[in-house]
């Protein structure tokens, strides 16, 4: 079982849909959780981090569920500019220098 | 703040040439580390470090050599290009191990 796995996709949903993806991650002793979103050919940069409670951020909703160990990414009323690769990032336990990436997500909203 | 630069952005090498890559960050970060990305594929790791004088191999090592003289900078070494080598290259940083990372704007390398 891979470390840190997402469905590679693509989504395809019209502007100004919902959409959400999953990551899920095998180690119990992961720490910290972040969504980082990629631009074709750019770099890969940080969307928000996941905390324990759930976070918002606008548009975007991070949920993390420690009990199934998975997170989560809700987009609502998606937009042309949402169409990236969206990337699942693990860390931790505090001892493991290296981060965890899931392959990505890929997001393609039409108009 | 910069953030994390990385020069150059584009690179032709002819096989066998060697080069440096150079990463700097100025946000005062232990945790440097060093990616390269391939078409329809993920990131994977090929060095990291940290400390200033630290450093560890990751996923794919070979053919890449790395220092970190200073804390601020993490030089990626190609001693002798090959083809295979021709991917798109993203410096990181972080303040530690749990921390989210920084990422550099990357360098195109093609080698021929």
């Known amino acids: 079982r891979k470390e840190v796995e997402q469905d590679p996709g693509p989504f395809n949903v019209p502007e100004g849909a919902t959409v959400a993806f999953n990551c899920t991650y095998s180690n119990s002793a992961s720490q910290s959780f972040f969504w980082y979103r990629q631009d074709c050919r750019k770099e890969p940069k940080l969307l928000m981090s996941?905390?324990?409670s759930g976070n918002e951020d606008g548009r975007f909703t991070a949920q993390l569920n420690r009990a199934s160990q998975y997170i989560s990414l809700l987009i609502r009323d998606s937009k042309l500019s949402d169409s990236a690769t969206y990337l699942c990032?693990?860390?931790?336990?505090?001892?493991?220098?290296?981060?965890?990436f899931g392959r990505g997500t890929s997001l393609i909203v039409h108009p | 703040n910069a953030g994390v630069t990385q020069t150059p952005k584009f690179r032709v090498l002819k096989t066998g040439q060697s080069m440096t890559l150079l990463c700097a960050q100025d946000m005062n970060h232990e945790y440097m580390y060093w990616y390269r990305q391939d078409p329809g594929m993920g990131l994977r790791l090929i060095h990291y470090?940290?400390?200033?004088?630290?450093?560890a191999k990751g996923e794919v090592p070979d053919g890449y050599n790395v220092s970190r003289l200073k804390k601020q900078n993490f030089l990626l070494g190609l001693e002798s290009a090959a083809p295979s080598q021709t991917s798109v290259y993203f410096c990181a940083s972080s303040y530690s191990t749990i921390n989210e990372q920084f990422f550099g704007p990357g360098t195109r390398l093609t080698v021929l």
């Open positions: 996941v905390y324990s």
């Open positions: 990032v693990v860390r931790g336990p505090g001892g493991s220098y290296i981060p965890t």
């Open positions: 470090s940290v400390g200033e004088g630290t450093t």
